[in-house]
């Protein structure tokens, strides 16, 4: 049976499994350790007797953002995505968030109607990104 909670330590390598198996790259624990130090509860993990997807969100106090979603390509199709992100929405909601936002690649077709399935409007924004230094 899937359950989902809230993500311990002693998942980081199963979900790390996860996001490998689904071509995404990983999250080094040191960057995930300071996400942690923020809104711990707003990392989840779908379980049905081992790790089998994940997503991690964030709430700056103004907006929702859901940074990663990742469910193991054999588990696929099952339902698992749509789960974690309505439990997502649930914690987001008991926060007071009023709006989520996400970001998909634009030649991510399927996820983008995903997305859009779920309710998710595409904007016209433009993604500005700047890399800092350590």
Known sequence: MLSIRTFDWSDYDAVVAVWAAAGRAVV???ELAAKLTRDPELFLVAEDGEVVGVVMGTYDGRRGWI?????????????????LVAELED???????PRINLLVMPD?????????????????????TKPLAP
């Open 67 to 83: 940074l990663r979603l990742a469910v193991h390509p054999g588990r696929r199709r099952q339902g698992i995505a749509s789960a």
């Open 91 to 97: 914690r987001l909601a008991e926060l007071g968030c």
């Open 108 to 128: 991510n077709t399927a996820g983008l109607r995903f997305w859009q399935e779920l309710g998710y409007l595409p904007m016209p924004d433009v993604l500005c």
């Open 28 to 30: 080094p624990r040191a």
